[in-house]
């Protein structure tokens, strides 16, 4: 049974920091594409960041340069710092993961996160 636990979240000031994580079990993780996603309160859902199988990374415009995603194959975790909070990204935050074929595509049930003073 393939699980994506997610944890970190939490509340936080503006210009803060978090680190949340993804953990994987139940798929060889080398073999997929993990995400970062977030869905805000009457809005819809944002990609934030993506990892690839091979490392390569790339981030939404409103994230670049404040946030950082990594992976760990041998923990089957993928982590994603956030430095520099702002308000808006209050969301909650999903980890997604896609198999390189596209063929399965696992979703987390999220971790809150909310930047308030």
């Known amino acids: 049974q393939v699980q994506l636990v997610e944890s970190g979240g939490g509340v936080v000031q503006p210009g803060g920091s978090l680190r949340l994580s993804c953990e994987a079990s139940g798929l060889i993780f080398a073999r997929y594409v993990v995400a970062w996603y977030r869905q805000a309160a009457g809005k819809e859902r944002e990609l934030v960041a993506t990892?690839?199988?091979?490392?390569?990374?790339n981030y939404g415009d409103s994230v670049k340069g404040r946030f950082t995603i990594s992976r760990d194959h041998i923990k089957k975790t993928v982590y994603l710092q956030m430095n520099s909070l702002k308000v808006e990204d209050t969301a909650v935050y999903l980890c997604?993961?896609?198999?390189?074929?596209?063929?399965?595509?696992?979703w987390g049930q999220g971790t809150q996160v909310t930047v308030s003073s």
């Open positions: 990892v690839t199988d091979g490392g390569g990374t």
């Open positions: 997604s993961a896609m198999h390189i074929t596209g063929r399965e595509h696992y």
